[in-house]
């Protein structure tokens, strides 16, 4: 009879010593790890998540205007301060992604939005006159400024530096690759922007030729008073690194590590600011000496125009005088006559006579002053280490300028206007009417269109330690005939003052220059390309085979010229 009574037997009670909740040792083995949380008698069971309270929240949180306070109202009002109910939100839903986390990016007000869709779309509510006939409507497209006359010719649209249908630019590239040269290397211009070092002390080892003085009545012309450029047969020797006898000299005497000319180093110390394709011939020699060279007939020969500008100069069959080779033509051109125009007839020798001129070419020599200056590329100067890098350079001064007692040098340059209208002209003030009135504007646009030009002029100005950097303003006599050009003015600057002034880190430029040498030295010996991607900011270092000439593409060239002059 007992065997058939129901029993019941108590559990066993395993007491908590940390407080509520089981004990840690008798979870079960499926239930462990599971985060717990205590709840309160008054909870309701059975609810996985509240869709409701948060939306409460977010519409009391509008309604406060206060960011990360929640308000008072019936949505959101205190619980019930019972044992465990500031638990309750562990396995709340949070909606963190709702519509009130974006915004609008189109800020205008409805009528100008229904503007602007009247004139893209061409539908014209006001009537026209029918005897308007080529004038401008009233209505203005999306990025289009105001001033038709201006922005706007022959019905044709300009595209602005705010357009998204801008023609991509399609470039080659500065010189052949070869289908054996190998890509060593890839740098992005974020990169070397953001690279520093101090700036070396330069060190005066020697100078060679002369120097004529600056003639100062040019510094009164202006556009009332303006002179014609003139055509001046000179001299010029433009000698690469590794052919200068000087260099090769210092070579020799193992004076250095590092050789170069000023013209190679600021295209270095201004990458980042360049937009057209460049490349340097970089040659490591068995002994560990770099030389940083150009090849001949490259893109060191001719001067830019309107290189930064947001619709730069194209190549064009039907606008041969204003096309992107015409234009570097006609600014080289005009750079050479310029700084042979302004200049006395007395002059100062240095040191040392040109050592490049000949018997023939004495009496033909341009003013132009060879100064070889060496900079110490050393991560720590003071030091007494073996692995010193110094750096000579072979910089260039145009002219003298006297001063009481004392003679500074000068380093002249000349800004060249084309056609204010033309492709290419980066919205440029026409200086013919503007340049006397409003110079700080054409000064502005030229700092911004030839933003690379100008900088490399300001550092080739601070290597060769000019005291002034001389500017002419050069336009043409008609914009449609390039052949005649007149002076509308000029002025000085101290080079480092113009620097500051484009914004042009000095300490960044250097910062480049070293990480190139670096990676120069560490090279094996061989002859190697750096060059400029044609249509991306990237630098590229190619390893060229020893049999290679790189010079095959100029002399190509030559040979057509000599073809065409022949017929």
């Not at 007494?384 to 040098?409: M, P, W």
């Not at 000349?414 to 013919?432: M, Y």
Request: hydrophobic share 30%; charged share 25%.
């Amino acid at each position: 009879m007992s065997s058939s009574k129901p029993q019941f037997s108590l559990p066993t009670i395993h007491d908590s010593q940390g407080g509520w909740g089981p004990a840690s040792n008798v979870v079960p083995e499926q239930f462990r790890d599971i985060p717990y949380a205590p709840y309160s008698k008054s909870d309701k069971l059975g609810r996985v998540a509240d869709w409701t309270n948060p939306e409460g929240q977010k519409q009391d949180n509008r309604d406060t205007g206060r960011q990360g306070r929640t308000g008072f109202n019936r949505f959101n009002r205190d619980q019930q301060q019972a044992y465990g109910a500031s638990f309750a939100s562990a396995f709340a839903y949070n909606h963190t992604e709702d519509e009130s986390s974006f915004s609008v990016v189109d800020n205008r007000s409805a009528g100008t939005k229904k503007q602007a869709m009247k004139a893209t779309s061409g539908v014209r509510t006001r009537a026209q006159n029918p005897n308007a006939g080529n004038k401008q409507g009233g209505y203005r497209t999306v990025g289009q400024r105001p001033g038709g006359n201006r922005y706007q010719q022959n019905n044709r649209r300009r595209y602005g530096f705010k357009d998204y249908d801008k023609p991509q630019r399609v470039r080659n590239a500065s010189i052949n690759i070869g289908a054996d040269w190998k890509v060593l290397d890839e740098i992005e211009f974020s990169r070397l922007s953001k690279l520093n070092f101090n700036i070396p002390a330069a060190t005066d080892l020697a100078s060679y030729g002369s120097v004529n003085f600056y003639n100062k009545s040019y510094d009164r012309i202006n556009t009332k008073n303006e002179k014609m450029l003139a055509h001046i047969d000179r001299v010029k020797y433009d000698t690469t690194t590794s052919e200068d006898p000087i260099i090769q000299k210092f070579i020799e005497e193992n004076k250095a590590t590092v050789f170069a000319t000023d013209a190679v180093l600021s295209l270095l110390m201004c990458a980042t600011r360049t937009v057209y394709p460049w490349d340097i011939v970089v040659k490591k020699t068995a002994d560990g000496k770099v030389i940083l060279d150009k090849r001949p007939g490259g893109v060191f020969d001719f001067v830019t125009v309107n290189e930064n500008s947001f619709d730069p100069p194209a190549e064009s069959d039907k606008d041969t005088i204003n096309s992107w080779s015409a234009l570097c033509n006609e600014a080289t051109y005009i750079n050479q006559n310029f700084s042979r125009q302004v200049l006395d007839k007395t002059g100062q020798s240095f040191e040392n006579p040109n050592p490049f001129a000949t018997e023939d070419t004495k009496a033909q020599l341009a003013s132009c002053g060879y100064r070889y200056r060496e900079f110490d590329l050393s991560s720590n100067p003071d030091s007494e280490d073996d692995d010193k890098i110094q750096l000579i350079v072979r910089t260039e001064v145009d002219a003298a300028v006297k001063a009481g007692n004392n003679t500074s040098y000068v380093t002249i340059r000349a800004l060249n206007e084309f056609d204010p209208t033309a492709q290419g002209a980066g919205g440029a003030l026409p200086w013919k009417k503007s340049l006397d009135s409003q110079r700080g504007a054409v000064v502005a646009t030229e700092m911004r269109n030839n933003a690379a030009k100008l900088a490399r002029w300001a550092v080739q100005a601070l290597l060769a330690d000019a005291e002034q950097l001389k500017l002419g303003y050069v336009a043409r006599f008609n914009p449609k005939d390039n052949s005649r050009h007149v002076i509308l003015g000029t002025q000085a600057y101290k080079p480092r003052d113009f620097a500051s002034q484009m914004n042009l880190s000095l300490n960044n430029g250097w910062g480049i220059v070293k990480a190139v040498v670096d990676m120069c030295l560490q090279l094996p010996e061989g002859t190697y390309i750096m060059m400029k991607d044609p249509n991306r900011p990237i630098l590229r270092v190619y390893a060229v085979p020893s049999d290679e000439n790189l010079d095959d593409d100029y002399e190509e060239e030559e040979e057509e010229e000599e073809a065409e002059e022949a017929e």
